[in-house]
Structure formats: C-alpha cells, structure tokens
C-alpha cells in the first residue's frame, strides 16, 4: 500500500503565498515522477505542475513564474510554492506520485497514485 498525505492548503487573500506539501510513505522502491492538479467547482482536474526524478519540471502556462515545485527524494516528498496567489488559483489540489512498489520492483513498471486533496481559496 502506498499512500499521499498532503498539507498546507488554507484561505489566503490575493497577492499571498502558500506552500503546499504531499509525502509518499508505504511501499516503495522509487518515485518516478511527483505533481501537483487541481480541479475548481464546475471544471476538469488539470495539471499545475510535475517534476522527475532527474529534477526537470513542467508547469502550466497559468502559473508559470508564481509557483515552484521542488521535492526532497529522501523524504519521498513534494513541495509546492505558490506565490502571487490569484482568485483564479482557488480550487482543490491534489498530489500524485508514479511509484514503483517494492513488492514488484523486479517488473520495472509504475503506478500513479492520488492523495485526498486539499483545499486552497483565495480570497480577500
């Protein structure tokens, strides 16, 4: 079992930062790849932002330049930092991590897990 418990989220005015956090605990032998969604009320979950193993990320044109991703490989943890918050940013974010289970670590193949999710508003 694998699992992602993700933090940090809260209500923040306009112009505010917040750094959200997603560690990965359970069965794994190697994180391949860690991100970061969201999905607002009405709208599809997309993607905000990714980062690889060898550290190269991607991030949406929306938040490019306000939010950072980074992650810490040896706390099996992604980070978020999100500064500049918009009204635009509320929604729910969620972590997902591509692991490869220990228990199958022999087949050399990922599975992408979710965390709960965690609510981010911003508002004044």
């Known amino acids: 079992q694998v699992q992602l418990v993700e933090s940090g989220g809260d209500l923040v005015q306009p112009g505010g930062s917040l750094r959200l956090s997603c560690a990965a605990s359970g069965d794994i032998f190697s994180i391949t790849a860690m991100g970061w969604y969201r999905q607002a009320p009405g709208k599809e979950r997309e993607l905000v932002a990714s980062i690889r193993s060898g550290a190269s990320t991607n991030y949406a044109d929306s938040v490019k330049g306000r939010f950072t991703i980074s992650r810490d490989n040896a706390k099996n943890t992604v980070y978020l930092q999100m500064n500049s918050l918009k009204p635009e940013d509320t929604a729910v974010y969620y972590c997902?991590?591509?692991?490869?289970?220990?228990?199958?670590?022999?087949?050399?193949?990922?599975?992408?897990?979710w965390g709960q999710g965690t609510q981010v508003t911003v508002s004044s």
């Open positions: 997902n991590a591509d692991i490869v289970p220990r228990s199958t670590w022999y087949r050399g193949t990922s599975n992408r897990y």
